[in-house]
């Protein structure tokens, strides 16, 4: 902490992430701040336990000066201390529980202003993403779906400064959809969805919706990966979220809506046609040999 002192806000905030991304939404800021306090505390915990463990090792030995016969003074209890290591923290994991509930209701809400909604199929080993209230000229009622491939990595393209509706489905088994710079992942179950958007289905909880509010100035490349173990080719399910302006999104989606392939709506609104943040891997299981 004492290194820390020196350094400028952002630096502070930078080495209080402890690894983390930064975020690029209002959700994954306040995921964040929770996040960087929560280490603050559990560090605060244990300096506080090193510092007694190595007090008690370097000032509890025997002293040179005591009989071999002599043991040391025998204390077992001590009521006092007992009642303030039991109250103390009960009164810490109290104060983060009150403060995970704040942030968890924000974050997990389905009751907010929504712009835009995308449907997520997962399946083995890829993603499909549907744009809600999109229709492909010419086609009877066909959303624009951007669908990877071994060969293409499926980017998602969304605008900036804008709410966005994830409605996450799967084709076959478990997996988990989740960007990094979210802050937040939530599992793709493949069960079916009661009325009320909750997940059907034994010992199934939850729901597989989440909004997320991207922030202004955030355009650019995130690499998206599965969370869940789903086979054989579990690692190799990267996807890409490519952030761009709203203009930008207008066009896009009207490429899209032309009929044109996600790399070419992707150059025509001058952005790589292909994900830059992660790359197709090579599927074979022997080229390591060859
Ligand atoms: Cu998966």
């Given at each position: 902490m004492l290194a820390l002192a020196g350094c400028s806000r952002a630096e502070l905030e930078d080495n209080l992430r402890f690894g983390w991304p930064?975020?690029?939404?209002?959700?994954?800021?306040?995921?964040?701040?929770?996040?960087?306090?929560?280490c603050v505390a559990a560090?605060?915990?244990?300096?506080?336990?090193?510092?007694?463990?190595?007090?008690?090792?370097?000032?509890?030995?025997?002293?040179?000066?005591?009989?071999?016969?002599?043991?040391?003074?025998?204390?077992?209890y001590n009521l006092p201390l007992e009642l303030t290591y039991t109250a103390f923290p009960f009164v810490a994991i109290a104060i983060l529980f009150y403060y995970t509930m704040v942030v968890q209701n924000d974050v997990i809400t389905?009751?907010?202003?929504?712009?835009?909604?995308?449907?997520?199929?997962?399946?083995?080993?890829?993603?499909?993403?549907?744009?809600?209230?999109?229709?492909?000229?010419?086609?009877?009622?066909?959303?624009?779906?951007?669908?990877?491939t071994t060969e293409e990595i499926p980017v998602l393209v969304l605008p900036s400064g804008s709410a966005v509706q994830f409605t996450l489905k799967s084709a076959d088994v478990v997996h988990s959809f989740w960007v990094p710079e979210f802050l937040y992942k939530l599992d793709v179950i493949p069960h079916g969805v009661n009325e009320d958007g909750t997940l059907k289905g034994p010992g199934a909880q939850g729901t597989n919706q989440f909004i997320v509010n991207i922030k202004d100035g955030t355009e650019?490349?995130?690499?998206?990966?599965?969370?869940?173990?789903?086979?054989?080719?579990?690692?190799?399910?990267?996807?890409?979220?490519?952030?761009?302006?709203?203009?930008?999104?207008?066009?896009?989606?009207?490429?899209?809506?032309?009929?044109?392939?996600?790399?070419?709506?992707?150059?025509?609104?001058?952005?790589?046609p292909l994900a830059t943040s992660t790359s197709p891997f090579d599927p074979s299981r022997t080229s390591n040999n060859s």
């Amino acid at each position: 902490m004492l290194a820390l002192a020196g350094c400028s806000r952002a630096e502070l905030e930078d080495n209080l992430r402890f690894g983390w991304p930064t975020g690029i939404t209002d959700e994954a800021e306040k995921m964040r701040i929770l996040w960087s306090w929560s280490c603050v505390a559990a560090l605060a915990v244990g300096v506080l336990v090193w510092g007694l463990t190595f007090w008690a090792s370097a000032f509890h030995r025997k002293k040179k000066d005591t009989p071999n016969d002599e043991l040391p003074r025998q204390t077992a209890y001590n009521l006092p201390l007992e009642l303030t290591y039991t109250a103390f923290p009960f009164v810490a994991i109290a104060i983060l529980f009150y403060y995970t509930m704040v942030v968890q209701n924000d974050v997990i809400t389905l009751d907010k202003k929504v712009d835009h909604e995308v449907e997520v199929t997962a399946f083995k080993w890829n993603w499909q993403f549907a744009y809600e209230g999109t229709e492909v000229a010419g086609s009877n009622d066909q959303m624009v779906e951007t669908i990877g491939t071994t060969e293409e990595i499926p980017v998602l393209v969304l605008p900036s400064g804008s709410a966005v509706q994830f409605t996450l489905k799967s084709a076959d088994v478990v997996h988990s959809f989740w960007v990094p710079e979210f802050l937040y992942k939530l599992d793709v179950i493949p069960h079916g969805v009661n009325e009320d958007g909750t997940l059907k289905g034994p010992g199934a909880q939850g729901t597989n919706q989440f909004i997320v509010n991207i922030k202004d100035g955030t355009e650019g490349a995130y690499v998206g990966r599965c969370a869940e173990l789903c086979g054989v080719y579990h690692a190799q399910m990267n996807f890409e979220l490519r952030v761009v302006s709203p203009d930008q999104y207008e066009d896009y989606l009207t490429a899209r809506e032309s009929g044109q392939s996600n790399a070419d709506a992707l150059a025509s609104i001058g952005e790589e046609p292909l994900a830059t943040s992660t790359s197709p891997f090579d599927p074979s299981r022997t080229s390591n040999n060859s």
